[in-house]
Nanobody, 122 residues
Framework: VQLQASGGGLVQTGDSLRLSCAASGRTFSRYAMGWFRQAPEKEREFVARITWNGDTATAESVKGRFTISRDNAKNTVYLQMNSLKPEDTAVYYC?????????????????WGQGTQVTVSS
């Protein structure tokens, strides 16, 4: 299984970005997908996840600003990030769930992308 994340960049406070993660190697529509992030000198943290049938969950820190979605025809999961803040600066990773349903626990995911850097300037 390969996951290719893209869409990161340098933006200003209040801007938007959309991250994409293209998956290959197994039947994409059967598995949940998630986004995590890791800021410098911090632990990796859950951002959002979407189950095989579109049920979503987001971290409290990004609720109302970030939206996860998926396009099974394109084997791609997205993370729409609005109203970005400097504290959103991190490397963002997409991950493929071990099953159709996952939680916020990283142990629920078995494949990870390479990460894409998001930097929000104040």
């Amino acid at each position: 299984v390969q996951l290719q994340a893209s869409g990161g960049g340098l933006v200003q406070t209040g801007d938007s970005l959309r991250l994409s993660c293209a998956a290959s190697g197994r039947t994409f529509s059967r598995y949940a997908m998630g986004w995590f992030r890791q800021a410098p000198e911090k632990e990796r943290e859950f951002v959002a996840r979407i189950t095989w049938n579109g049920d979503t969950a987001t971290a409290e820190s990004v609720k109302g600003r970030f939206t996860i979605s998926r396009d099974n025809a394109k084997n791609t999961v997205y993370l729409q990030m609005n109203s970005l803040k400097p504290e959103d600066t991190a490397v963002y990773y997409c991950a493929s769930g071990k099953t159709a349903w996952t939680t916020s626990r990283s142990n629920d995911y078995d494949y990870w992308g390479q990460g894409t850097q998001v930097t929000v300037s104040s």
